[in-house]
């Protein structure tokens, strides 16, 4: 299966931005140094015509490391073309070779079809294996629990989630 991936102009000034520090006759910038600032940053990766997931943010700081800092980061995913969950942060990272985001504050996500609500700190989204990571402490709320636990790995529906040091709550 082969998947595509879409970036609203995010990779292109990346490599206008590094062709432009190599042709300078100053020294390239530290790596770190923001090289563009990018809002309303929106990027997807579909694959045969179905988007997979969607990355918006009201802000994006591009720099040479290889990495964009995101402002509100919104994360958009899909199963076979129908909206699965949203991944919500006031912040994050997003590495711009593979495109794994790494979300921070306030990380909330809403599963719609399992009527589950994630809640931590932080959270590590892997593109090439569309998992979330943490070693942060979770909530996960659905309507007839409360799960708390300490380190988590789960897909991005919350369909198959492994919860480490747990602590449950049944209503």
Same mark, same amino acid.
């Given at each position: 299966?082969?998947?595509?991936?879409?970036?609203?102009?995010? #990779?292109?000034?990346? %490599?206008?931005?590094?062709?432009? /520090?190599? /042709?300078?006759? %100053?020294?390239?910038?530290?790596?770190?140094?923001? !090289?563009?600032?990018? @809002?309303?940053?929106?990027?997807?990766?579909?694959?045969?015509?179905?988007?997979l997931w969607?990355?918006?943010?009201?802000?994006?700081?591009?720099?040479?490391?290889?990495?964009?800092?995101?402002? @509100?980061?919104?994360?958009?995913?899909?199963? =076979? %073309?129908?909206?699965?969950?949203?991944?919500?942060?006031?912040? %994050?990272? +997003?590495?711009?070779?593979?495109?794994?985001?790494?979300? @921070?504050?306030? +990380?909330?996500?809403?599963? *719609?079809?399992?009527?589950?609500? !994630? *809640?931590?700190?932080?959270?590590?989204?892997?593109?090439?294996?569309?998992?979330f990571?943490?070693?942060?402490?979770?909530?996960?709320?659905?309507?007839?629990? #409360?799960?708390?636990?300490?380190?988590?790995?789960?897909?991005?529906?919350?369909?198959?989630?492994?919860?480490?040091?747990?602590?449950?709550?049944? =209503?």
């Amino acid at each position: 299966m082969a998947a595509a991936q879409e970036v609203t102009g995010a #990779r292109l000034l990346i %490599g206008l931005a590094a062709l432009a /520090c190599a /042709c300078s006759a %100053g020294s390239a910038p530290p790596a770190g140094e923001v !090289l563009q600032v990018m @809002e309303d940053f929106t990027m997807s990766q579909t694959a045969e015509g179905q988007h997979l997931w969607q990355l918006k943010a009201r802000k994006a700081d591009i720099s040479l490391d290889g990495a964009a800092r995101i402002t @509100e980061p919104e994360l958009l995913f899909y199963r =076979k %073309g129908v909206h699965a969950s949203t991944a919500r942060a006031r912040k %994050g990272t +997003v590495q711009t070779g593979s495109n794994d985001v790494a979300l @921070e504050e306030d +990380v909330v996500i809403v599963a *719609h079809a399992e009527k589950t609500t !994630l *809640h931590t700190t932080r959270l590590d989204y892997s593109t090439k294996d569309r998992r979330f990571r943490t070693n942060e402490e979770v909530l996960i709320v659905r309507p007839d629990a #409360r799960i708390k636990g300490k380190g988590m790995e789960a897909d991005e529906a919350l369909t198959d989630i492994t919860l480490y040091k747990q602590e449950t709550v049944l =209503k």
